[in-house]
């Protein structure tokens, strides 16, 4: 049976049932809302069951971004690795717009070349995820998450226990979970949730980011401001 993106599936048990907030901030400008309307559906992700099936190339991995933000990692993501099939998730319309317009020129929404290694999920991640095959994901990246500091919030943080066991279960054996944040309450809560599981082992920690960590604006933003980041690569086991 076909998975419904405007229907999706009931979360499973323990799994937060909402990972965002808004899905817009200022109003949409007439180039924007034609990104939406006319370049989206082109490049969005369709089958998630079987997600190599959405690219129109032989990929040797596949990749998942989720929360592209305005997705400046996803873009060198994709042009640095042209044999990687990658989807990059984001449902904020902003964000999904300031990607799509570093990808085709104005009045070209309906007809500019697309690349064929980048598909887009504009729905929440996780029934992405539920849809995906298990074992599909050869690497996972969460750069910059939001960080729900309110502690009702806090169910909504991606790195959660109740995720890992479908995390895990989509992510081949010894795939790389990526994990970038600025936020000292986020960079805790990821050494309490990891350190307190058996799926995922510890590969590398870094205090700068690594050469091949593409930057972004969030990453820019907070070493402006004095934030800093911290950098993991876990390992599924």
């Known amino acids: 049976m076909a998975y419904d993106t405007n229907r999706p599936s009931p979360p499973a048990e323990g799994i937060p049932d909402r990972l965002y907030g808004r899905r817009r901030g200022h109003p949409l400008r ?6 939406l309307d006319l370049t989206l559906p082109r490049i969005t992700l369709a089958p998630p069951e079987s997600p190599r099936a959405g690219f129109p190339m032989e990929a040797e991995s596949l990749w998942l971004e989720v929360g592209f933000g305005g997705g400046e990692h996803a873009l060198e993501l994709a042009r640095a690795n042209p044999r990687v099939a990658l989807i990059a998730s984001e449902v904020f319309e902003n964000g999904l717009c300031s990607l799509l317009t570093h990808l085709v020129p104005e009045e070209q929404e309906a007809t500019a070349p697309l690349p064929p290694n980048l598909r887009l999920w504009p729905k929440d991640a996780r029934h992405l995820l539920q849809a995906l095959p298990d074992a599909s994901l050869d690497r996972l990246f969460l750069m910059f998450p939001d960080p729900w500091p309110k502690a009702r919030h806090a169910k909504r943080r991606f790195v959660h226990p109740a995720l890992l066991p479908l995390l895990a279960a989509k992510l081949k054996p010894g795939a790389e979970w990526r994990i970038a944040s600025d936020d000292p309450t986020y960079q805790a809560w990821v050494d ?26 969030y990453e820019a933003k907070a070493l402006r401001e004095g934030r800093h980041p911290r950098y993991w690569i876990w390992r599924r086991r």
Do not use: I, K, N, Y
Request: net charge neutral; no cysteine.
């Open 192 to 217: 309490e949730v990891m350190g307190a599981q058996d799926l995922f082992g510890l590969s590398a920690h870094h205090d700068a980011p690594p050469a091949d960590w593409p930057r972004t604006r």
């Open 30 to 35: 007439p180039r924007q809302q034609r990104l």
